[in-house]
């Protein structure tokens, strides 16, 4: 299956239609993975750390974290390319292989995908960003802007 069929059937899957706001999106996610979703800028993290942004999961809850941009477009791209992986089961599992010494305290899956974050050419990066562009196209082409993006993203 191609990058585009992937990330059309995830977009499809949601069943929110062609246009919708930022806060549908987050509800779908919500209820599709039946946990709380909690967006949190880090006002220290930036382009000098390497990372945009995580998605760390705990046991209630999603948590994306992402780093502070001038663009309110830049800070929604990093938060729907998250919210992509979540869509597509991007959890990437445990990884045996990973060094756990380095990282003691950070849960395996959660330390597979900060190492992992250097490879952007991977297929499950490209599909999520894919993917997080339709989210960005739907939401542009809502009628309906007030909501919590406004909040989030200024």
Request: proline share 4%; charged share 25%; hydrophobic share 45%.
């Amino acid at each position: 299956m191609n990058n585009e069929v992937s990330a059309s059937a995830a977009f499809d899957g949601l069943s929110l239609g062609e246009a919708f706001t930022f806060d549908q999106l987050i509800g779908a996610v919500e209820q599709r993975r039946q946990r709380r979703l909690r967006i949190v800028e880090l006002a220290d993290l930036g382009d000098h750390d390497g990372l945009c942004a995580v998605w760390l999961m705990t046991p209630s809850e999603d948590l994306v974290l992402h780093a502070h941009s001038e663009s309110a477009l830049h800070r929604q791209q990093f938060v729907l390319h998250e919210l992509a992986h979540m869509i597509l089961g991007h959890d990437f599992g445990d990884d045996p292989d990973a060094p756990d010494f380095l990282l003691p305290d950070i849960p395996p899956n959660t330390r597979r995908r900060l190492l992992r974050r250097q490879d952007l050419d991977t297929v499950e990066e490209v599909i999520a960003e894919t993917l997080a562009d339709r989210f960005a196209a739907a939401i542009r082409g809502s009628a309906m802007h007030h909501s919590r993006y406004l909040e989030i993203f200024g």
